[in-house]
Structures are given as C-alpha cells and as structure tokens.
C-alpha cells in the first residue's frame, strides 16, 4: 500500500513559477514510476508528466514540455512538479500518481497507475 501527499499547489500570477511536491509512505519508494496528472473544472483528468523509478527518464505533455520539470528524491521518497511561466489555461487540481514499475516504460493513461493522492489546487491568474 502506498499512500501519496501533495503539497506546494496556490495562487500565481501568469508568468510565474510554482513547485509541487508529493510524498509517499510505505517502502520501496524506488520501485515505482511516477506521475503528475491534472483536472479542470469541466475537464477530464490529463497527464502532464511521468518519471521511472530510478529518475533517469521522463515523458511530458505537449502542454508541459519546456515549462514544466519533473524529479525525484527517493531518499526522501517525494516527486516534484516544476511549474514554470505558468498560464491560466495551467489552473487544474493537480494529482500524483504511483505504480510498481521496475521498467523504463512511462504511462500516461489514468488506468495505470494504481495509487492517488488527494490534489493540491493550482490557480494561475491572468
């Protein structure tokens, strides 16, 4: 059983910079992959990021990529999100998600990851 902690959501401005953070019990942290999702208010829930076990690999949106940075410290057993030149199309309820993964394989479908946090809200204002 893993049990998943985000943290670090607020209110920003456009153009600004915010870090999320997401901290999970259990053992052998290192043995899953690792995922930020995200929902709109009348939206479904979109993968923004994945990282492998190790933190050697990630795989981002199209609407990430170049913003946002995913990592890990599995000392700590906490991922994080980099949120940087945030836009208002950015404001969603972030998740975390985790699955046992041993592989190098980064999913981005909701169904393959088995463990969830509760959300932390990201609001960008124009």
């Known amino acids: 059983q893993v049990q998943l902690v985000e943290s670090g959501g607020g209110l920003v401005q456009a153009g600004g910079s915010l870090r999320l953070s997401c901290t999970a019990s259990g053992r052998a942290f290192n043995n899953y992959a690792m995922a930020w999702f995200r929902q709109a208010p009348g939206k479904e829930r979109e993968f923004v990021g994945g990282?492998?076990?190790?933190?050697?690999?990630?795989k981002y949106a199209d609407s990430a990529k170049g913003r946002f940075t995913i990592s890990r410290d599995n000392a700590k057993n906490t991922v994080y999100l980099q949120m940087d030149s945030l836009k208002p199309e950015d404001t969603a309820a972030y998740y975390c998600?985790?699955?046992?993964?041993?592989?190098?394989?980064?999913?981005?479908?909701?169904?393959?990851?088995?463990?969830w946090g509760q959300g932390t809200q990201v609001t960008v204002s124009s």
């Open positions: 998600a985790a699955d046992f993964n041993l592989g190098l394989y980064i999913a981005d479908t909701e169904q393959s990851y088995r463990y």
């Open positions: 990282i492998v076990r190790g933190g050697g690999s990630m």
